[in-house]
């Protein structure tokens, strides 16, 4: 079984797409209507780039992307998560785990050499939570590890 989630994957949105083109013709439309002059960088650019971006964004395309990956990847040998860009991505082998622990949106890994390593859920929607913590629950019994409940 294998899970995989692009947490900057966004949903196209037509409504941003409109805002965007409207902002790129009013900041096109300022700077004909100014001849181009000395001023016109500093009241038509700004609108004209924030409109390529709402277009990008309504498009689906995330411009945090363009710095780094987010991810969550589940399989049968490995935990894989990371929340942002800047974030340090986070893993666990289900071979070194001896039992896991789930408390209020964190995991606890509790390692065979007795050591254990959490991983915080909780920058992450409540539903990608719940999905997450059926896909852990099912690994988890696949690989004979022991949920540890309170």
Avoid: C
């Avoid at 719940?130 to 629950?137: F, H």
Wanted: zero cysteines; hydrophobic letters at 45%; glycine letters at 6%.
């Amino acid at each position: 079984m294998t899970y995989k989630k692009d947490l900057y994957l966004i949903p196209k949105s037509r409504a941003s797409t409109i805002a965007g083109v409207f902002s790129i013709i009013f900041g096109v439309a300022f700077g004909v209507y100014n001849d181009f002059s000395i001023i016109w960088p500093v009241y038509s650019l700004f609108p004209i780039i924030m409109g390529l971006l709402a277009v990008a964004y309504g498009r689906g395309y995330n411009s945090e992307r363009f710095f780094g990956k987010s991810f969550i990847e589940i399989n049968e040998t490995e935990f894989s998560l990371k929340t942002g860009a800047f974030k340090k991505s986070q893993s666990v082998k289900w071979n070194d785990v001896s039992s896991l622990k789930y408390e209020a949106a964190v995991y606890i890994f509790f390692y065979k050499d007795g050591s254990q390593h959490k991983i915080d859920l909780k920058s992450l929607e409540f539903e990608l939570i719940q999905e997450i913590k059926e896909v852990v629950s099912t690994i988890a019994k696949s690989n004979n590890i022991q949920l540890i409940t309170d």
